[in-house]
Nanobody, 126 residues
Framework: VQLVESGGGSVHPGGSLKLSCTAS????????MGWFRQVPGQAREGLAA??????????AEADTVKGRFTISQDNAKNTVYLQMTSLKPEVSGVYVC???????????????????WGQGTQVTVS
């Protein structure tokens, strides 16, 4: 299993970015794919997740996420996206995608639920 993120970069406050995570060597069924933010010295924060079979989505309750971030998928490309809008400086960090497979119908933002992780892509809002 390999997860590769892309789309990170630097943006001014209020700007937007769209991240991609492409999964390879994996059966794209009964999977839960999530996005997490990693900041040095802090716990990894779950942002959004999607259960690939149904497309059901889950979001963190934080004001910096809800209503600003949208997770989506393209099953044909084995890719999950994170569209981020109205970005604030406090959401800067390394954005990492993760995979829970098989999901067995479980899809949450709990880090411990995921076995596979990408390397991450840096997002800087300043």
């Amino acid at each position: 299993v390999q997860l590769v993120e892309s789309g990170g970069g630097s943006v001014h406050p209020g700007g937007s970015l769209k991240l991609s995570c492409t999964a390879s060597l994996v059966t794209y069924r009964d999977n839960c794919m999530g996005w997490f933010r990693q900041v040095p010295g802090q716990a990894r924060e779950g942002l959004a997740a999607i259960y690939t079979d149904s497309g059901k989505t889950f979001y963190a309750e934080a004001d910096t996420v809800k209503g600003r971030f949208t997770i989506s998928q393209d099953n044909a490309k084995n890719t999950v996206y994170l569209q981020m809008t109205s970005l604030k400086p406090e959401v800067s960090g390394v954005y990492v995608c993760a995979l829970r497979q098989p999901a067995d119908g479980i899809c949450t933002l709990a880090e411990s639920q995921y076995a596979y992780w990408g390397q991450g892509t840096q997002v800087t809002v300043s």
